[in-house]
């Protein structure tokens, strides 16, 4: 298998660091709104590469953070260490804590997630569960000479690495032009480690450190939870092209120099960026759509998983409602051949070209445009329905399109399906405690719900 490693700039051949075995990390969203299909683009990519490594027969350790502190608006004029906490911002404009800010967005991220029957990680891992991580981390660079305090955090010095910056052009980022230089910091690319509270209110997530009360900086939570999990060294790191400036840089600075361990990840996989209209997708644009939006319009989710696997990953691709119903029709087209050669025995080929064809192409990059033009071939190719059944269900595993899932009364139980006709009704009464309490119930149970187009959609975990 080849992937492209942003690292160097190359196509490689993928081996990893202990046989059959893969640690693979995805930059999971900050959790102060509803995640955009833009998000969503870079999170259906990685469970296509993590459905690609479980095919070649690899053991899979897959981590998803969800960041709910720290991540500062000032980033998006290049300098994440200024301005306003996202979930402190979006507490104010909602008038909730913080606290209940990130529960709402963590819920329905997830249940966006599993709308589009994404590959559930082995542990979805949130900042404020790992702020003792934070710090040990954060002291461990102070102790090894990384570190140096200001009158509002703690920063790393970018100075101390001589390899700052490998994964991007940091080195033009300049104090000046959009980044407003803090007072006390050496240099514009230094970042925060940890910020102090203000003095002249109190904030929802604040915590005690070593060094005054505050709260961890956005990069130092992704280095301290793949490294708890992961081990100091790891194969695969996920994210969008928009973090490969100054978050994944930040993330290799601090963990190599408090573990001395290089590479601290071995491949870099970064997905472009989704436009939409032909420009750029943002919320002050009114255009940053989400999975419910795509539901309002009466479009499976699942038919925006094909339109992002219509382009390569590192392409950029442009989202129009024409665009997407072109793939909703693909979609129940490929719902059509499924549900004919569903009754039909499968039979294994003892050797198929189509077969092998396809996983060539995911394994070249996780090239999935190939890959579905080698599908559609297949269908309409003069091989037997009973190749065809299995083909396309070998397809299926790489692509998680539900193709072949048998109904809800056929796998759910009955006792399953009344709690999650109170949780509907619940929610139409407008009571929204009683259908979380409900929610719950049903995953103690070992199920989830899915909000669809047609209704709540059970699943087993």
Not at 145 to 167: M, N, R, V, W
Not at 190 to 211: C, G, H, N, T, V
Request: aromatic residues 12%.
């Amino acid at each position: 298998m080849k992937l492209t490693n942003s690292l160097h700039q190359q196509l490689e051949e993928f081996i990893p660091l202990h046989a059959g075995k893969v640690g693979m990390y995805c930059c999971g969203p900050t959790v102060y709104d509803y995640a955009t299909i833009g998000n969503f683009r870079t999170y259906v990519i990685a469970d296509l590469a993590l459905r690609t490594f479980q095919f070649q027969g690899l053991d899979v350790t897959y981590i998803m953070n969800l960041t709910d502190v720290g991540h500062l608006t000032g980033d998006n004029f290049g300098d994440s260490s200024t301005g306003e906490d996202r979930l402190e911002k979006a507490a104010v404009k909602e008038q909730k804590s913080a606290w209940d800010i990130a529960k709402f967005y963590t819920d329905a991220y997830i249940a966006d997630y599993r709308a589009l029957h994404l590959t559930e990680p082995k542990a979805w891992v949130k900042a404020t569960d790992h702020i003792s991580e934070q710090i040990s981390l954060i002291q461990e660079l102070e102790k090894r000479g990384f570190t140096y305090a200001t009158a509002d955090g703690i920063y790393f010095d970018t100075e101390k690495d001589s390899d700052y910056g490998e994964l991007s052009t940091l080195d033009q980022v300049k104090a000046g032009s959009r980044v407003e230089m803090i007072e006390g910091k050496k240099n514009p690319r230094d970042f925060a480690l940890w910020k102090f509270s203000p003095r002249d209110k109190q904030r929802d997530m604040e915590w005690i450190s070593p060094w005054g009360k505050g709260f961890p900086g956005w990069h130092i939570e992704c280095s301290a939870m793949a490294m708890k999990y992961l081990g100091p060294q790891f194969d695969v790191h996920f994210g969008g092209e928009d973090l490969r400036s100054t978050h994944h840089p930040n993330e290799i600075a601090q963990s190599e120099s408090a573990t001395g361990v290089k590479p601290f990840v071995k491949y870099w996989l970064h997905v472009a960026f989704l436009q939409v209209d032909g420009g750029k997708m943002g919320k002050s644009l009114g255009n940053a759509y989400t999975i419910q939006d795509i539901v309002a319009r009466g479009i499976d989710p699942l038919a925006l998983k094909l339109f992002y696997f219509g382009a390569h990953y590192r392409s950029k691709l442009n989202f129009t409602w024409e665009a997407l119903q072109a793939s909703a029709n693909a979609l129940e087209k490929l719902r059509g051949y499924s549900e004919r050669l569903k009754t039909i025995q499968p039979h294994k080929p003892t050797k198929s070209a189509f077969i092998e064809s396809f996983s060539q192409a995911m394994e070249d990059d996780l090239n999935s445009p190939q890959a579905l033009a080698i599908m559609w071939q297949m269908l309409k190719s003069d091989i037997s329905d009973e190749e065809k059944a299995y083909s396309l269900a070998c397809f299926d595993s790489f692509l998680g399109l539900q193709l072949f899932t048998h109904t809800i009364d056929e796998e759910i139980p009955a006792s399953i399906i009344e709690l999650s006709n109170q949780r509907q009704q619940a929610k139409e009464r407008k009571d929204y405690i009683s259908a979380d309490i409900l929610r719950k119930q049903i995953e103690e149970a070992g199920f989830h719900v899915v909000d669809t187009i047609h209704g709540p959609e059970i699943q087993r975990s």
